[in-house]
Nanobody
Framework: VQLVQSGGGLVQAGSSLRLSCAAS????????MTWARQVPGKSLEWVSS???????YYTDSVKGRFTISRDNAKNTVYLQMDGLKPEDTAVYYC????????????WGQGTQVTVSS
């Protein structure tokens, strides 16, 4: 099982980035996919989720700026981040989980996003 993330970096406020998370080793299409982020010294913060039916959810601070999407043919989930703010600076993690048997909960390796003011 692998979740391989890419797409982080250093950008200026107002810029855009797209994070990708490529999955293998499990049934991606039936997984709920989530992006979360963590700032050093703080708890992991949920950012956005997309379910197998395509429904999407966002934390209030990113609504209207971030867009989560999935491509089941490519086993990949994306997080398009527009209008980035310095407070978006964090390590971003993707997560795959399934609540029904067989259950699982997998994490990507994390990717740094740094937004300068």
């Amino acid at each position: 099982v692998q979740l391989v993330q890419s797409g982080g970096g250093l950008v200026q406020a107002g810029s855009s980035l797209r994070l990708s998370c490529a999955a293998s080793g499990f049934t991606f299409s039936s997984s709920a996919m989530t992006w979360a982020r963590q700032v050093p010294g703080k708890s992991l913060e949920w950012v956005s989720s997309i379910y197998s039916d395509g429904s999407t959810y966002y934390t209030d601070s990113v609504k209207g700026r971030f867009t989560i999407s999935r491509d089941n043919a490519k086993n990949t989930v994306y997080l398009q981040m527009d209008g980035l703010k310095p407070e978006d600076t964090a390590v971003y993690y993707c997560n795959a989980r399934r609540a029904m048997t067989p259950t699982y909960n997998y994490w990507g390796q994390g990717t740094q996003v740094t937004v300068s003011s």
